[in-house]
């Protein structure tokens, strides 16, 4: 499978995704010295999702400039699309509503080097829909 991630917004595809993994705090009760614990878990949290792809200086100038103003305070949804080969959708979507961007990382720079030059982003997710 590929997946294909987009950004609600923001043009192209990203090339990786990462994060987005849920996990809860949890507390161990022996009440009245019992030897079994009760669970007691709290709400789940997400991990923080980063995406990246390589930077396309034809496209990417005119909305990196808008949102790099929004850092910490624009909100965009983010969704995963699993594909095949053929890049035939295969199941439903993950979809990350309320994603607060919190990061963006532009290109480093080196030119001797043939690497293409990488932009990220970083969202604060509630967890997906």
Do not use: H
């Amino acid at each position: 499978d590929i997946d294909v991630v987009n950004v609600a917004g923001i043009p192209r595809t990203w090339r990786t995704f990462s994060g987005g993994g849920a996990s809860s705090e949890v507390t161990r009760d022996y009440s009245g010295g019992a030897d079994v614990a009760t669970l007691l878990s709290g709400p789940a949290e997400y991990e923080d999702i980063e995406l990246v792809r390589s930077f396309e200086p034809d496209v990417d100038p005119a909305w990196l400039d808008k949102v790099k103003k929004g850092v910490g305070r624009s909100w965009f949804t983010v969704t995963k699309q699993s594909t095949d080969q053929n890049w035939n959708k295969v199941g439903k979507p993950v979809t990350y509503p309320n994603c607060l961007l919190i990061g963006v990382k532009e290109t480093d720079t080196d030119a001797s080097s043939s690497d293409p030059g990488e932009i990220t982003l970083t969202f604060a997710t509630p967890g997906p829909a």
